[in-house]
């Protein structure tokens, strides 16, 4: 009997070529086909971010017409919202890791999870082809806002129907995750031995399960609207606009820490490997997850302080927003407490660890500043929200993503990359950054809207450094994508365990076999343990 | 994964929720006629509610579960009540 060693990449199965991929049921490979769809897409939507900054460049029309802008703005707000940072981590590092961190060999669903990405890239090709047919691309803001949603003669519906079939793909993935967190544990492993990227993705999972079917129904309400005629939303057939924006915010508002709280999990791996330390906390970070994911459920009306809401749900709203910041900062304290007299190891996954703490800090305090009423009126529909929700999003899960791929790469293809390439990326990116979207802050305070194609000459030293910005960011992310595919090609042979982590993905060999684990995997009490 | 605890529900229970389900739908029916003002949502909802709770705990096994997935389920119909309050916030004001 042969006892050679033969990883998920080389295993034989029942299909040849792409169709060992397209048809695979093995939780890793489901990863990489959600991997190279989003990082597709996520070029897609960069290069539409970058058409829009040299729009910017000059005030008037530079390289555009305004409902082309119009349309930009909007397929690059559906395209980096519904297909890059939703599933984002959460279905590529999640279907890759939360089964092996667990000790289990495969999620509790294989052949749902491959459903999903199917339904994932039939959603994803009608938001695209939106943007291409006749009528011409959606011109509402990825927000889909009634009753203008209603009545515009663009491609809403095309990409509403998208939106809606991306959101049951987040739904079964999401249901496959709880039942593989709850059924397929390894004997031993109980709740509060999971590692916390295991736990951040159980508590985006309920998110996924329990909102997304509202944003569904709304959007299936608003066809039905702009088919049939039905009165939800148009006041002139009798409808509420306001509550499009509430059933709207209830699902997207969770979405954000659908986005997040996997970032979150990614930084809690990564933190303790690099500082050879013990986390601090861990109860209380798994804890912060679920509070985050719960008390997140509660805030959505923060997004609609001047829709005309009554005053008394502002007040609420206002006070629950300030009580999800909370479990946010436990994170933060504890991220930087076990970093403290940690044997800290400055490798590119902690480098962009540290940048999303530093970016993330910046977006969190700022959305304080908008979760106040009195503030948010002054800011709303500004340039500072559109800062602020770039540091979260981008700052936030983008960094986080970027952390994670650096730090799982090795595990994940059996190779290594080039740290000092790694690194100088990951400095352009911080500077290209902050060039791009701090300005919008600045500018935001003075009264900058949102979505506005032109702007009075006062604003444009902001608007050019923000286009250097953005193109250092891109150069920054096309070295950084270099780096890691010559790694993958070239690379030396990554070992079992290259940053002498604790938890379970290091004790397997990399890249992985197809079951994961030939033999049970032994279950530590504590899964950081640096003794 | 372990299914040997798997409970299997007697035909005759089964029988008996779905006589219990078909007899809330009477009534669901027969309460549209009483002029029941604001109430009738109310009502209205109240016995879905119940249907429900018979569906997930005798067709859907909820009851024969651990106790730790019981209440999981239970906070989930919690949430939902919490986000009509927190909505009708909202809307009771105006």
Redesign the interface.
């Known amino acids: 009997m042969s006892t050679e060693y033969i990883s998920f990449l080389e295993h034989q199965g029942k299909y040849k070529g792409i169709r060992s991929w397209i048809f695979a049921t093995d939780h890793k490979r489901i990863a990489f086909l959600y991997m190279y769809a989003i990082a597709s897409f996520f070029l897609i939507g960069a290069i539409l971010g970058l058409l829009m900054r040299i729009e910017l460049i000059s005030p008037g029309e530079t390289i555009m017409k305004p409902q082309t802008y119009n349309g930009l703005f909007t397929v690059h707000g559906i395209i980096m919202i519904f297909m890059v940072v939703i599933p984002g981590l959460s279905a590529v590092f999640g279907n890759f890791f939360l089964p092996i961190l667990i000790g289990a060999k495969d999620v509790?669903f294989p052949k749902l999870n491959l459903f999903s990405w199917w339904l994932f890239m039939l959603g994803s090709i009608l938001a695209v082809a939106s943007q291409l047919l006749k009528s011409g691309p959606p011109d509402t803001g990825w927000t889909f806002y009634a009753p203008y949603s209603t009545t515009t003669g663009t491609n809403v519906i095309t990409a509403t129907t998208a939106a809606f079939i991306l959101g049951f793909s987040s739904i079964l993935t999401g249901l496959n995750f709880i039942v593989t967190v709850?059924?397929?544990r390894a004997p031993g492993m109980k709740f509060f031995n999971m590692p916390l990227f295991p736990w951040a993705i159980y508590a985006t999972a309920w998110i996924q399960l329990?909102a997304t079917p509202v944003v569904g129904i709304t959007l299936i309400m608003l066809i039905a609207e702009r088919l049939f005629g039905i009165g939800f939303f148009n006041p002139d057939l009798g409808g509420d606009p306001?509550l499009f924006q509430?059933l709207f915010w209830?699902y997207s508002h969770p979405a954000v820490y659908i986005m997040i709280l996997p970032a979150m999990g990614v930084i809690t791996e990564i933190i303790p490997t690099f500082c050879q330390k013990k986390v601090y906390g861990y109860k209380a970070i798994a804890m912060s997850s679920l509070a985050i994911a719960?008390v997140g459920?509660?805030v959505w009306?923060h997004h609609m302080y001047t829709s005309?809401?009554?005053?008394?749900?502002r007040w609420?709203?206002s006070l629950l927003t300030f009580l999800v910041a909370v479990p946010s900062a436990i994170k933060v304290f504890n991220w930087i407490s076990t970093m403290y007299k940690g044997s800290i190891d400055m490798k590119p996954p902690f480098l962009f660890a540290l940048f999303f703490i530093f970016l993330f800090m910046i977006g969190g305090l700022t959305g304080l500043i908008l979760g106040s009423v009195a503030t948010d009126i002054q800011v709303h529909d500004t340039s500072f929200i559109v800062a602020h929700f770039h540091y979260i999003i981008f700052g936030g899960m983008g960094f986080a993503f970027f952390a994670a791929i650096h730090y799982w790469l090795p595990k994940m293809y059996g190779k290594m990359y080039n740290f000092t390439r790694a690194n100088i990326a990951a400095v352009a990116l911080f500077i290209g950054f902050n060039l791009l979207y701090f300005p919008q802050f600045l500018i935001g305070i003075q009264g900058m809207p949102r979505r506005y194609f032109d702007y009075p000459p006062r604003f444009q030293w902001a608007q050019i450094t923000s286009t250097i910005g953005g193109f250092i960011l891109v150069s920054a992310v096309i070295l950084m994508i270099t780096n890691l595919i010559i790694g993958v090609r070239r690379g030396a042979k990554a070992p079992a365990n290259p940053w002498n982590g604790t938890t379970l993905e290091w004790q397997i060999p990399s890249p992985p076999s197809l079951e994961n684990f030939d033999e049970e995997p032994l279950v530590k009490e504590n899964p950081y343990d640096y003794k | 994964m372990d299914n040997h605890g798997s409970h299997i529900t007697e035909y005759k229970v089964l029988v008996r929720v779905l006589f219990v389900l078909l007899l809330c739908t009477f009534l669901t029916i027969s309460v549209t006629g009483f002029n029941l003002g604001a109430f009738t949502v109310t009502i209205a909802l109240l016995i879905a509610g119940f249907k429900s709770y018979m569906v997930l705990s005798y067709f859907m096994h909820l009851k024969y579960e651990s106790l730790l997935l019981r209440i999981l389920v239970s906070m989930v119909f919690v949430l939902f009540i919490i986000i009509v309050l927190i909505t009708f916030i909202d809307y009771s004001f105006r």
């Open positions: 509790a709850h059924r397929m329990l306001v509430h209830i719960g459920f509660l009306g005309g809401m009554s005053e008394q749900a609420f709203f």
